[in-house]
């Protein structure tokens, strides 16, 4: 554990933590650098990096010019020089500029110089909806970078894994695509930054169980996490006893745990905001069914959004998973057999 | 003290209603109209003898290194090789101009210039050979993988040029382009992150009339493409790129600049590929015979050649020993890949993730049993 990281637990907000992580992560290695939008005076349009660029300069904490793509790019530059570039990309839907540069060189780049260029890059994308965003600013936007090999695709749920899972993130010698759930910013948990760099304490890869149950397990990762929690609240009135599984990373896949869950509850229904055909749900289905199917008691079932372009904001609550939809999934799990 | 912090442009300073006029002076960052020449001028009293004799051993052996690719291209030796036959001068410039500690980001047409820079000219081939990508370190080598995707490569300058200043390093950054790449939004975003970092950067577009198959004028209503280096507040230089001195020295001037604070520069330096775009193109479906020889006689072999004759510093000596230096390396080609590569297999998973994944050790695993069985069949 790191002398700088302050000790103790404190209650946060999940920007709180992230803006900690960040803040702990430039004052323990000079080679972190934060470079996008705003992310100066203003502090990011989200105040992730509030106060970063008054504490460590603009050397440090770099308002570029408003051009994703070339924020990318500058960062891919940055990392072969020896730097560890945290990049941050305004929306979900603002970051497509950059595809080209995470996909082509992001994500090839370790491959492509067998290992003599890895590109220690962390890209921090607010994404989902529930904020009342008008359109282009509530994508789910995991599934473009889930599919690209080479990539880690981190999603905090809780405050604790923000800091956690930000600090694993930026620490990592691979690329990372670290998704803020953005209705969850203001969400508020205990945070104890020491315990979260421990030794494993929030490694990349690792799933947890949020909740036990013995009827079925919710899997479910970001910003549905509380949705899920809640339905299975809800779902103890109605006799079901069910477990919540957040993921935390979507690449490298946890199929260890998730299947050690599933095989113990033989029902499952994973729940994601993002649209579900070719979704994450899809092959998280998939991959259960062929594991597990000798053991699995009903279909495993999807909660996602529709398979259309995000909704006009008031109408986005028709289009998120809820409690209602959620307990309907768990409702048709095959009990009666 | 910070690099950045210091910004004259932290703030704009009296931006209020009422204010008029070019924010700074546009006029010393045009490009003179007339391409810089030296060959055939004055000026070339002032170059350097070795320089120029340098300068002319890499052309020889740079054009014998592409028509060495081109054939084995042909006999299907290598998978494709976008020669740079023609283009030459601009190639081996860019080799002869960079410091040890600069860094190159090449595209795909620049594997001459990666040679010329100093890497094996056999491991700068693996990737149009087609049994490895990158062959070189290019960390050791301070030279980034062939680029592909058109002007992606130019933001990484950028970035790699800025680390370095943040760092208080004196290293230069050298994008190589062309005239097609120049359309594309990261050619854009490129010089106008470098000009606002005030990054030491150098873009070099090698602009040879085509892309593909389109040319210029489909291409680009500018003046010129230097001119394109204003509107981002850089210097733009325009050059003969067949004129292996002049471009030398404009890309000395210009890498002189970076290194010593002064900011980028676009370098446009016009020249022409003698070849088709790669042995997959037939170039006579949108070029003209008479264009094509009009160019074969501003060969930038050509024209230093006749300049160092006839200025006598060029003998047959000096001649002959270049040309046993290309066919040393052709030779040294034709072995290394009429023979079959050595290929493993199991490399596929080795350089995805720092540590492979539970996912990826199955799919090893997956790829030696189907092996193993293929050996056992």
Redesign the interface.
């Known amino acids: 554990m790191s002398t700088l990281t302050p000790a103790g637990t404190r209650t946060s907000t999940m920007a709180q933590a992230l803006n900690a992580a960040l803040r702990d992560s430039l004052r323990e290695d000079p080679a972190v650098h934060l470079l996008g939008e705003d992310v100066g005076a203003l502090g990011g349009v989200f105040r992730i990096t509030d106060g970063l660029t008054a504490e460590f300069g603009a050397d440090r904490c770099l308002d570029t010019p408003l051009a994703e793509a070339g924020i990318l790019g500058t960062a891919i530059g940055m990392a072969m020089y020896g730097l560890r570039p945290v990049v941050e990309m305004q929306f979900d839907a603002f970051a497509y500029p950059a595809m080209e540069q995470l996909v082509s060189h992001v994500a090839k780049m370790r491959n492509r110089t067998a290992g003599r260029m890895p590109l220690p890059i962390t890209i921090r994308i607010p994404y989902g909806g529930g904020i009342g965003g008008v359109e282009h600013h509530s994508d789910s936007s995991e599934a473009y970078y889930a599919g690209t090999p080479g990539l880690h695709v981190v999603t905090p749920a809780t405050v604790q894994d923000a800091y956690g899972l930000l600090r694993a993130s930026i620490a990592s010698d691979d690329p990372v695509v670290f998704l803020e759930p953005k209705r969850l910013y203001w969400s508020k948990g205990e945070l104890d930054p020491a315990a979260a760099v421990s030794a494993a304490a929030e490694p990349i890869g690792k799933a947890v169980l949020r909740r036990t149950g013995r009827s079925a397990v919710l899997i479910t990762y970001g910003p549905s996490l509380p949705v899920c929690l809640e339905a299975a609240e809800a779902a103890a009135a109605e006799g079901w006893d069910l477990a919540v599984l957040d993921l935390r990373t979507l690449v490298p896949f946890d199929d260890r745990t998730v299947c050690e869950v599933v095989r113990s509850l033989g029902r499952a229904v994973v729940v994601h905001e993002s649209t579900g055909f070719g979704g994450v749900g899809a092959e998280i289905a998939a991959r259960v069914t062929e594991r597990c199917f000798h053991h699995l008691a009903a279909p495993v079932l999807r909660v996602t959004g529709f398979d259309i372009p995000y909704p006009p904001p008031m109408l986005e609550h028709h289009h998120l998973p809820g409690v209602d939809r959620i307990l309907d999934a768990v409702a048709r799990l095959q009990w009666e057999g | 003290m910070?690099?950045?912090?210091h910004r004259p442009t932290?703030s704009v300073p009296g931006w209020l209603p009422g204010a008029t006029g070019p924010r700074t002076d546009p006029a010393p960052l045009l490009p003179d109209p007339s391409p810089v020449r030296l060959l055939g001028t004055p000026d070339l009293e002032k170059a350097d003898p070795a320089l120029l004799l340098d300068l002319y051993r890499r052309l020889v052996v740079g054009r014998r290194y592409n028509q060495q690719a081109t054939t084995l291209t042909k006999q299907g030796r290598l998978a494709v090789y976008p020669a740079s036959t023609g283009q030459e001068a601009c190639q081996v410039a860019v080799g002869a101009v960079l410091q040890p500690q600069d860094?190159l980001f090449p595209s795909y047409r620049d594997t001459l210039a990666v040679v010329s820079r100093g890497v094996d000219p056999l491991e700068a081939l693996t990737l149009l050979r087609g049994n490895?990508?990158?062959g070189y370190?290019?960390?050791?080598t301070r030279t980034?993988?062939l680029c592909t995707?058109l002007a992606?490569q130019?933001?990484?300058?950028?970035?790699?040029?800025?680390?370095?200043r943040?760092?208080g390093e004196p290293v230069v950054?050298l994008a190589m382009l062309g005239d097609g790449g120049t359309s594309e939004?990261?050619f854009h975003?490129?010089l106008?992150?470098a000009a606002?970092?005030n990054a030491p950067v150098v873009f070099l577009v090698q602009n040879n009339g085509y892309a593909i198959s389109v040319p210029l004028t489909q291409q680009s209503a500018a003046p010129s493409l230097a001119h394109k280096a204003v509107g981002y507040g850089m210097p733009g230089r325009l050059v003969d790129g067949n004129d292996a001195p002049a471009v030398h020295a404009v890309l000395a001037e210009a890498v002189e600049r970076a290194r010593s604070g002064g900011g980028p520069t676009l370098v446009e330096a016009l020249t022409y590929r003698l070849e088709a775009h790669t042995n997959a193109d037939d170039a006579t479906r949108y070029r003209e015979d008479a264009e094509v020889a009009a160019w074969r006689e501003h060969d930038p072999i050509l024209l230093l050649e006749r300049q160092l004759r006839s200025s006598g510093l060029l003998d047959d000596a000096v001649a002959t020993a270049a040309v046993e230096q290309g066919e040393e390396l052709a030779a040294r080609m034709r072995a290394e890949f009429h023979a079959e590569p050595e290929l493993d297999p199991t490399s596929l998973f080795?350089?995805?993730?720092?540590e492979p994944?539970?996912?990826l050790q199955e799919q090893a695993a997956q790829l030696a049993a189907e092996l193993a069985a293929e050996a056992a069949r």
């Open positions: 910070t690099v950045l912090d932290a860094w490895a990508h990158t370190d290019p960390v050791a980034a993988p995707p992606t130019a933001p990484h300058a950028v970035g790699l040029a800025h680390a370095a943040l760092r950054a939004g990261d975003e490129a106008n992150f606002v970092l080795r350089h995805v993730y720092a994944t539970q996912q």
